[in-house]
């Protein structure tokens, strides 16, 4: 099991989700899909940076930015950052590819997510290196739900 | 589809990194909703995103359902010469659509 | 008579902008990440086209969009000549209708919604200022009436939420005041953009009322009302919320 390398909860109030069709992923189930996009091996802490709220007050569209922290050597060259989200029906969010005219690794895009749960970033390099980060988030509910 | 809301310079310099930020009206229906009737709404989300200048990749990204309603993307792109930046996305449908757009490097 | 009221409890008036979370404003701030804006464009798009029997576009009688700065800010507005409350919607359809001679626009559709947006966007950062003097006070005591009605299986009126209750958590968002300055707007929970209208009748639906129909002369009322609060926030059009 990935141990999220920042775990930071917030202690306000928060609610159970309301679960769409079908059952919810597993952290089991991101860490198969973890190895398949790493070709096997564990991904090490560090280099990718996973940058979303911590306290998401709507899960409908959560804002999420991935980049390359400064410890990333000179000549690295990026090539993949997957994400994926551990508590959601489907854990699979989104495959970003870097391709030669690509001006840097930050990306930004807006999400959903269906519960409380942790969020994971895995970076693959052109030297086959693969690299993780995750954020722990809470999920609120909006008390107005609409018809 | 709709027009998309494209910001990209036209006039960038050799080799500076710039910023290309796109916002496309779509419903990202995941196929996990119910509608009125209690059936299931089918799934229909733009899977694929793909950004390239005279042929040569930017940036792509396939797309799953957990992608927001109306997605956005801000990404970056860095060029040596003046080309065409192409962005083209297709959606589970298989409508496809496409912005094109000169970019000068000066 | 109705005066320019602060909610009961004398609060500073706060907009809902000030209630959402960091993200929510955020986007709202950004107009190249608000979504709204993509319906913006679409509004801009209906301005410009010659529809009707008429043959005429928007811009052929209104000239550039940019000229309807402050008509949203004094929307919605009495109309002696019908004896009701207009809102922004209402008297587009009529300009389509009486004036283009095309067809009205559907709503809750993109291109009321793009028409609208476009022009509240036209009034971001004006002060709301509706008329409330004369024959438009009648309506707007109504728009009161209705407002601290307390209605529904539920038996609330919108006064204990939104003048009460502000600013107190639900769940997990804090009750806003409830003033309507951003509409229309893109809305987290549609994923989508909606009128004051879809939002009000979500929330008497909400209280288990009987909704208001989308023309009734009280809902006008209702709307003239809440302008009136709301009296001297800024336009907030296209606004963002949870």
């Not at chain 1, 990935?2 to 306000?12: A, E, K, Q, Y």
């Not at chain 1, 052109?126 to 995750?134: E, L, R, T, V, Y």
């Not at chain 2, 694929?48 to 042929?55: L, P, Q, S, T, Y």
């Not at chain 3, 919607?89 to 004036?99: G, H, K, L």
């Amino acid at each position: 099991m990935f141990v999220p390398t920042r775990r930071r909860f917030v202690l306000t109030a928060l609610a159970a989700a309301v679960l769409p069709v079908g059952a919810l992923a597993k952290p089991s189930e991101v860490e198969a899909l973890i190895r398949a996009v790493t070709g096997g091996v564990a991904p090490m802490p560090g280099r990718v940076v996973l940058d979303v709220p911590e306290l998401v007050e709507n899960g409908n569209a959560v804002a999420m930015t991935v980049s390359l922290g400064a410890d990333v050597p000179e000549g690295a060259v990026l090539t993949d950052i997957h994400v994926f989200a551990d508590g959601n029906p489907r854990p699979g969010v989104v495959h970003f590819r870097f391709g030669p005219l690509a001006g840097g690794a930050k990306v930004s895009t807006r999400i959903r997510l269906a519960t409380s749960q942790t969020v994971h970033a895995v970076a693959v390099f052109a030297d086959g290196s693969c690299w993780h980060d995750s954020v722990s988030l809470l999920v609120t509910l909006s008390a107005c739900l609409d018809d | 589809m709709v027009r998309p809301l494209l910001n990209v310079p036209r006039e960038v310099r050799a080799g500076v990194a710039f910023d290309v930020r796109i916002l496309i009206q779509h419903p990202m229906e995941t196929g996990l909703r119910r509608d009125a009737m209690g059936l299931v709404v089918p799934q229909d989300v733009i899977n694929r995103f793909e950004c390239a200048v005279d042929g040569q990749e930017v940036f792509s990204a396939t797309l799953h359902p957990a992608i927001s309603a109306n997605p956005y993307l801000a990404f970056s792109a860095k060029l040596v010469r003046s080309g065409t930046m192409v962005l083209r996305w297709v959606d589970d449908h298989g409508v496809e659509a496409s912005e094109s757009v000169a970019i000068t490097v000066v | 008579m109705v005066a320019a009221v602060l909610p009961v409890g004398a609060q500073e008036k706060r907009s809902g902008y000030d209630d959402a979370g960091p993200q929510v404003r955020a986007m709202q701030d950004d107009d190249l990440a608000n979504p709204a804006f993509l319906w913006v464009q679409q509004g801009a798009a209906l301005w410009a086209r010659r529809e009707g029997a008429a043959g005429k576009s928007c811009a052929d009688c209104h000239g550039a969009v940019e000229m309807m700065r402050g008509v949203a800010a004094r929307y919605p507005a009495h109309d002696p000549a019908r004896g009701r409350v207009v809102n922004l919607e209402q008297r587009v359809n009529q300009c389509r209708t009486e004036r283009q001679g095309a067809a009205l626009l559907p709503p809750e559709g993109d291109a009321m919604l793009g028409i609208t947006a476009l022009v509240g966007l036209q009034s971001r950062g004006l002060p709301v200022a509706v008329d409330v003097s004369g024959p438009a006070s009648v309506h707007a005591a109504r728009g009161e009436d209705f407002f601290r009605l307390r209605q529904g299986q539920l038996n609330l009126s919108c006064a204990q939420c939104h003048d009460q209750l502000a600013g107190q958590a639900l769940a997990g968002s804090r009750i806003p005041q409830g003033h309507a300055t951003g509409y229309p707007i893109y809305r987290l929970e549609w994923q989508g953009m909606g009128s004051l209208f879809r939002r009000l009748r979500a929330c008497l639906v909400g209280v288990r009322a009987e909704p208001l129909g989308r023309d009734d002369a009280l809902l006008g009322d209702l709307e003239l009302y809440l302008a009136a609060r709301a009296a001297g926030l800024a336009v907030e059009t296209p606004g963002v919320r949870p």
